[in-house]
């Protein structure tokens, strides 16, 4: 079992809300993140007034990324450090990872995720670790095998980024369910991948031909979800025989979450709306799932309490009360593509990391405060995470693959 890892970064003002003044509400100490409400008092100079209500979230890591000149700066190489390194030593175990990041449209999503070619993000940075590996995480491989895909999730269907698609029908493909390995996008081209440059090419392929559009907050908003993913395979020689070793890495850039602007055209209110519905779904997923594994906890702590030496597990799906009768909530994974497709992610056999970016500005104080609840909740959230079976293999299979 596994809580939920959650970050926090605040990005620099923007140059918006750097010429309309905006007010850095925004702190950070040490994991904690703390917002002061500037409306409780109207004055914008002097020392902040007792009267401002100030709310103080606690994560497993929040970074100031506002002034590299400030000591307490965190740069995407200290972002890495802490939540790369562990994606990377979690994949070398066998384990599933998933990396996603939520935060208002504009807020440094997809600055954390993929970064800048001056300023290069998590997504690159994870594939140069894989080719790259150190000998510091767990027993080298044999060989390794890298495969990639990269999809879109727009108006609630799924488009390959890294495939030509037919113009008329770009949004075909369907998700599945495979009763044991779970949801999967039927057709989605897997690519094979034998150094860091050939990734770094498909990357870029797929970024650039992902929907972006002009928000009022961000020129270039991404509009869709992207899911990157990384299956990474090892040979081993598991009692001397050659076997292999599978995990699976999904790397996730929501897009960002804005309220409905009525002069925006059709199209863009229909996405908006879309980006929306999946986004509250994913709330609604991480909040039960977190009342769930509390649920859990508590019952696992009064069941220890009230039955010393009763051995009887602590199921599942259900857990209730002291007398068994309470059952977890159900969860609508199905009700939006993107929960369906993370739901290993979330709750499952995965090692989850959530990203919550932010903005330091005054002007998006109820974002930033429903962009931090969301992440809190997310905290809660308890994973099943095992090391993924190790499968023997033909010799002959194990020679000519790897
Ligand atoms: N930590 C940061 N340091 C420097 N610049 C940043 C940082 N975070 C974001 N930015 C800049 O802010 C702008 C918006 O960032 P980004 O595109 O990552 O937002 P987003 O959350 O992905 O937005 P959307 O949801 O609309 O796609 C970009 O110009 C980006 O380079």
Same mark, same amino acid.
């Given at each position: ?105 504009? %807020? ?34 044999? %060989? ?27 949004? #075909? ?7 044991? #390995? ?32 002009? #928000? ?128 290993? %992610? ?29 992440? %809190? ?26």
């Amino acid at each position: 079992m596994a809580n939920v890892k959650v970050a926090v970064r605040v990005r620099p003002l923007s140059k918006r809300e750097n010429a309309e003044e905006g007010r850095i509400i925004v702190e950070v100490d040490n994991k904690v993140a703390k917002v002061r409400n500037i409306k409780v008092d109207n004055r914008l100079d002097g020392p902040w007034d007792s009267r401002e209500k100030i709310v103080a979230f606690s994560f497993d890591y929040c970074y100031w990324s506002i002034d590299p000149e400030d000591p307490k700066y965190a740069s995407q190489e200290v972002v890495f450090q802490d939540l790369g390194t562990s994606v990377l030593s979690g994949a070398f175990k066998g384990y599933n990872i998933c990396l996603f990041a939520y935060g208002q449209t504009g %807020s440094g999503k997809t600055y954390t995720m993929m970064g800048t070619p001056a300023s290069v993000g998590l997504t690159p940075r994870i594939c140069e670790g894989l080719f790259s590996r150190q000998d510091d995480y767990s027993e080298q491989p044999a %060989s390794c095998r890298v495969e990639v895909s990269f999809l879109e999730i727009y108006n609630e269907r799924v488009r390959d980024l890294l495939k030509q698609s037919d113009h008329k029908k770009p949004y #075909t493909l369907r998700v599945r369910e495979h009763p044991e #390995t779970g949801p999967y996008v039927q057709g989605l081209s897997q690519h094979l991948v034998t150094d860091y440059k050939q990734v770094v090419g498909l990357l870029e392929e797929g970024i650039a031909k992902r929907i972006t559009a002009a #928000t009022h907050i961000h020129d270039a908003s991404s509009r869709s979800h992207a899911i990157f993913t990384i299956h990474y395979t090892q040979a081993i020689l598991e009692n001397n025989l050659p076997s292999e070793i599978a995990s699976k890495i999904n790397l996730v850039d929501l897009a960002g979450s804005e309220r409905a602007d009525p002069s925006y055209c059709k199209d863009r209110i229909t996405e908006g709306a879309n980006i929306n519905k999946s986004l509250v779904t994913l709330g609604i997923v991480i909040s039960t799932l977190a009342q769930n594994s509390q649920m859990f906890s508590s019952c696992q702590s009064i069941n220890s309490i009230t039955s010393e030496g009763d051995s009887s597990p602590v199921g599942s799906h259900t857990t209730g009360s002291v007398s068994g009768t309470r059952r977890q909530a159900y969860i609508p994974y199905r009700d939006s593509i993107l929960t369906w497709l993370l739901k290993d %992610s979330l709750g499952g056999n995965s090692k989850t990391i959530m990203v919550a970016t932010i903005s330091p500005a005054s002007s998006s104080y109820n974002e930033t405060m429903s962009t931090l609840r969301y992440a %809190s909740n997310a905290k809660n959230i308890i994973n099943k995470p095992r090391v993924n079976e190790v499968r023997p293999l033909p010799r002959l299979y194990y020679l000519h693959i790897f």
